[in-house]
């Protein structure tokens, strides 16, 4: 019988650590981007399930398209891509009104279609991974300013398609 006992702690243990498992990006759909600015401190901003459209779940779309929440973001920073019938290997964001990054709470600075890159690795039924090198305006000093430098940005996506939309 004190065998028996002895168990059931072990077993609440196990239970307890499991409980949050159907709580994970894996299961409920999101992810991140983990991301660094001109090489300067990393940057994480969360992704939620709705924060990205992945095409042909729940739509007709031949694009990928994502947008990050600003409140997501410690630093005030946001993202807003779109790719054009992405494949694996390099594609390039749309360039316009779709694609751009807010740096530390400022201005939208346009992403440069040309220079810039989403490199997936990852693209099936419950993942898209993929390396960010993206270049955008610097419009943190409080208007875009197409004389500086741009800002580089280099960095992983990391997405899980919701289980019940797999």
């Known amino acids: 019988m004190r065998r028996i006992l ?9 239970l307890y650590a499991c409980s949050g498992i159907n709580d994970s990006w894996e299961v409920k759909g999101g992810g991140y981007i983990k991301y660094k600015i001109n090489g300067e401190k990393s940057r994480t901003v969360e992704l939620a399930p709705d924060d990205v459209e992945i095409p042909f779940i729940h739509n007709s779309h031949h694009y990928l398209f994502l947008r990050t929440q600003i409140e997501e973001s410690a630093d005030g920073d946001q993202f807003s891509i779109m790719v054009n019938s992405p494949v694996l290997g390099d594609n390039h964001p749309v360039q316009g009104q779709y694609s751009w ?6 201005e939208k600075g346009s992403i440069d279609a040309g220079r810039s890159t989403l490199h997936f690795d990852q693209k099936d039924d419950s993942t898209w991974t993929a390396d960010l090198d993206l270049y955008a305006v610097d419009c943190r000093g409080g208007h875009c300013e197409d004389s500086l430098p741009a800002l580089h940005i280099t960095g992983r996506l990391r997405y899980w398609i919701p289980k019940e939309d797999r």
């Not at 990054?101 to 400022?106: G, L």
């Open 101 to 106: 990054f807010v740096a530390e709470n400022s």
């Open 6 to 14: 002895s168990i059931f702690p072990a077993l609440a243990l196990g």
